[in-house]
């Protein structure tokens, strides 16, 4: 019988397909990011969060080095508390640094842009960011510059 | 080795039997024949455990058929061999591996010995030669001699025949014919035909029984049947147009049929 | 009055069927162990139901792949975001065609094909034949092929998306040149492994346990005629289209709905 064709043909048939999910998760997907070598939470309080979501990328020097994990509303200090997911390769944060809620473009996603400060400490696992700066909310700054304008005309 | 006792069973609203007793005995070829539709396939399997009556028993070596268990039925169905209408030859397989297919599922025994007994069987009908055929391949009593050696494959203590001689030619059913009977000879096989072919069953059965709407209407050795007084026995084997069995289908009377439908219009 | 009674018929039956089918699921189940013991008839059966479809989706999914490229461009460029074309091609795919668009196909090459197979298989009285040598047809028949299906069309689906990415880079980038290097990092960064290829993966398990069990069921319930074959085989393609789109709401609903 040809058994032994069909066999090969199945066999060959399976690695392709598996093959082909591999890309998927390799080439398409951020498998690789998840396969993190490890990674470390960092905490910061925001006053306004507003457009964030989680899994949104944390940069520094506009270099993607970590995600948000989670956003959640601090009912203590009545501000936004945000968890973020760091790449274990970039231990060497200053703890002075500040954290700020930036947007990509004029449209586009909100990030958090890290600037480091100056600090020989460094930043570790649960540690808290003090230096914040909130999203900036469209609405607020339009209503901020007629005000000031305003205030010139008189 | 059979017996059959108070069978009824009905499909829908329509009794196919009504409370039929019938014996079969071991080692003979029992016929079992009526009109098309009174359900003699549907006793075949019966027997076979594929159906279960609404009431009565069929008792085969000793065993209730429809009171075992799944793995005691498929046991009692070893031992029994059934030849389908069509054959039932599995299409994707060549007549060898047909042939071979109950005994590598059952046994363990190795391809050198499967091949002898498969080589055996189909010896035993005539068709060594076909062996690579596939069942498209082979005509409609080369298909039924091929089905018939599969199911002689796990040496049935009996073997079912569903109408083994419908459509064949003349030499094909000289062919069969023979061997129903010699294979029960010398295989020492309890055979069951079912069929309504009267010449070709009652030239090599033992015992007859006759069917119709769901009663046996008759029973004896080939030479009683044809001795019988009863009209209809009589109208069944020798094959006339009118007699106790109408040859009008039921229905109103003509012409008030004729005058109702002009009345519709 | 009689309206009343059409629909309770209609609704009978259809529980009557519903539960004829979950009965077959279960005694599919219940040969499992059957098949540890013979891988032969898997694979005999993936050949047979993956691997004549593996042609049929591999270039599907790359003329599927290769027109959401055309389009994407011509819709992104309108907002000058041609460089977003990987995000697009790979979301769509990953997330709903390639599980839908596969099982459709699926329904219709390998399912239809079960269906009048074992139809035919019980026309002829093989299913009964296989009985009366005390085979099961359940397990030696049905199983395999469910579990073919099972393993084959999930299989199927992450070809069809992986090879819907190669045409949409085809068309995007090697024909209406957007950049190589945008097509995969943008992809690369919006596509997240849990949530878009599981989910798709998870999705299309699912369309390949209704498509066998629906092309399977009906060939075993057709009525053993050739018109009750040819029906039974139309309600195979048709039922199945109709669950797997209707699954593919729920599941969408259930995955990505929430915020």
């Not at chain 1, 396969?35 to 270099?63: C, P, R, W």
């Not at chain 2, 793995?71 to 060549?94: H, I, N, P, V, W």
């Not at chain 2, 007084?229 to 069995?245: H, T, Y």
């Not at chain 3, 298989?121 to 299906?149: H, N, V």
Request: hydrophobic share 45%; aromatic share 8%; net charge negative.
């Amino acid at each position: 019988m040809q058994s032994k064709s069909i066999e090969i043909l199945v066999g060959l048939f399976v690695s392709l397909c598996i093959a082909a999910l591999f890309f998927l998760a390799l080439q398409v997907s951020n498998f690789r990011d998840l396969q993190d070598n490890g990674s470390y939470t960092v905490l910061a309080h925001f006053e306004n969060a507003g457009g964030l979501k989680s899994k949104a990328l944390i940069s520094m020097a506009g270099v993607p080095i970590g995600r948000v994990a989670e956003i959640s509303f601090d009912a203590e200090n009545y501000d936004a508390l945000v968890k973020m997911r760091i790449d274990a390769r970039y231990k060497n944060l200053p703890t002075d640094t500040s954290a700020s809620i930036l947007t990509s473009g004029l449209l586009g996603d909100k990030y958090i842009g890290l600037t480091p400060g100056g600090l020989d400490e460094y930043l570790q696992e649960g540690d808290t960011i003090e230096l914040t700066q909130s999203a900036l909310v469209l609405e607020r700054l339009i209503s901020q510059f007629l005000f000031n304008s305003a205030d010139k005309d008189e | 080795m059979i017996s059959i006792r108070n069978l009824t069973f009905s499909r829908g609203d329509r009794k196919i039997f009504d409370n039929i007793s019938l014996d079969i005995m071991p080692h003979k070829i029992t016929a079992i024949m009526g009109p098309s539709g009174t359900g003699k396939t549907t006793l075949l399997k019966l027997i076979g455990g594929q159906l279960t009556p609404d009431s009565g028993s069929i008792v085969v070596n000793q065993q209730n058929v429809h009171q075992l268990s799944r793995s005691e039925l498929y046991k009692l169905r070893k031992k029994m061999g059934m030849l389908f209408q069509s054959g039932a030859l599995l299409t994707d397989m060549s007549v060898y591996d047909n042939i071979a297919f109950p005994i590598r599922e059952h046994t363990q025994l190795t391809e050198a010995m499967i091949r002898t007994v498969v080589l055996m069987k189909l010896n035993a009908v005539g068709l060594r030669g076909a062996r690579d055929l596939m069942p498209s391949e082979l005509s409609g009593g080369m298909a039924r001699r091929v089905a018939m050696a599969r199911a002689l494959a796990l040496d049935p203590e009996m073997i079912m025949y569903d109408e083994p001689f419908t459509g064949q030619d003349p030499i094909s059913l000289g062919v069969l014919v023979q061997l129903i009977k010699t294979l029960n000879h010398t295989l020492h096989l309890t055979s069951i035909v079912v069929s309504h072919d009267v010449q070709e069953t009652a030239s090599i059965a033992d015992y007859i029984y006759l069917i119709s709407a769901g009663k046996v209407i008759g029973h004896g050795t080939p030479d009683e049947i044809r001795n019988t007084e009863s009209d209809w026995v009589q109208q069944f084997m020798q094959g006339k147009a009118d007699g106790p069995v109408p040859f009008h289908y039921p229905a109103n009377d003509f012409g008030h049929e004729l005058f109702a439908n002009d009345t519709q219009q | 009055m009689k309206f009343f009674q059409l629909i309770g018929q209609i609704s009978i039956k259809a529980l009557a069927k519903l539960g004829r089918a979950g009965l077959f699921f279960m005694s599919i189940l219940s040969s499992t162990g059957y098949l540890l013991f013979r891988p032969g008839l898997l694979i005999r059966q993936i050949y047979s139901i993956g691997v004549l479809t593996f042609w049929l989706i591999a270039i599907s999914g790359l003329f599927v792949g290769m027109v959401l490229g055309l389009q994407g461009v011509y819709t992104l460029s309108t907002f000058g975001a041609e460089s977003s074309l990987g995000i697009m091609v790979a979301a769509s795919l990953v997330r709903e065609l390639g599980p839908v668009v596969s099982a459709l196909l699926f329904a219709g090459r390998a399912g239809s094909a079960l269906t009048a197979e074992i139809g035919l298989m019980k026309a002829t009285e093989q299913l009964s034949g296989m009985e009366m040598m005390a085979i099961d047809p359940l397990k030696y028949i049905i199983a395999p092929r469910f579990f073919a299906g099972f393993i084959s069309l999930p299989l199927l689906a992450a070809l069809f998306s992986a090879s819907g990415i190669l045409g949409g880079h085809l068309a995007g980038v090697d024909l209406l040149h957007v950049d190589s290097g945008a097509y995969w990092s943008q992809m690369q960064t919006a596509i997240d492994f849990n949530d878009d290829i599981i989910n798709g993966v998870i999705k299309s398990i699912i369309f390949a346990w209704l498509v066998t069990w629906i092309a399977l069921f009906e060939g075993y319930d057709a009525i053993p005629t050739s018109a009750g074959i040819s029906r039974a085989t139309t309600r195979t393609v048709v039922n199945s289209s109709f669950a797997i789109l209707l699954f593919d709401f729920l599941l969408t609903a259930l995955m990505f709905g929430a915020p």
